[in-house]
């Protein structure tokens, strides 16, 4: 590979760390061509960006981006696939899912929230970290339960208010 297209490949990893405020490192190897087709359909059903990538590349990358990400050094041997996305755990849901059938993408380290995630065991908190739209959605939820109690109580203290006149009328 040239340095040229180095280049231009830790470029491009460095604009897509800085673009996604979400990535998980994972590895995929040892899967077969269509289990890996089927992953990389999978991700592209919810707009997460699967990429396999060199980790000497990747690491140059990181040193190049915002943010200090010295905790995924480490991490960054054997084959190594790099998963981008908008939403939080949307790949870890994706990567839960898939290892109902395989034994792999394995999570190696996700960086969630502005979080770090190490090791394949923290898949299932990151499955359970709500996303923007989800912690909106529970905020308006919760907010509008009050008022829809006033309500309710409202309306059926108003069929109770007809029975009593309708009671009191009756007596007369």
Known sequence: MTKEKKNSIIDDLAVKIKKY???????????NAEDTSALRRKCFENE?????VKNTLLKIALE???GNFEEL???LEKP??????????????????????????VLKAAF????????????EILVRIKSKEELIADVIMLLQSPAKNVIS????????L????KTLAERE
Not at 21 to 31: A, C, G
Not at 112 to 123: A, C, N, Q, R
Not at 153 to 160: E, K, V, W
Not at 162 to 165: A, K, T
């Open 21 to 31: 405020p979400h990535f998980y490192l994972t590895d995929v190897s040892e899967l």
């Open 80 to 105: 190594t696939s790099i998963m981008f996305s908008n939403i939080g755990n949307i790949p870890a849901k994706l990567i839960k899912e898939f290892r109902k059938r395989h034994d792999k993408p």
């Open 64 to 66: 190049n981006s915002e």
């Open 112 to 123: 969630v929230e502005k979080e770090f995630y190490i090791g394949d065991e923290k898949l």
């Open 73 to 75: 050094y480490p991490l």
């Open 153 to 160: 109580a409202l309306q059926s203290g108003s069929n109770i």
């Open 48 to 52: 997460i960006k699967l990429i396999v």
């Open 162 to 165: 007809s029975g009593v006149v």
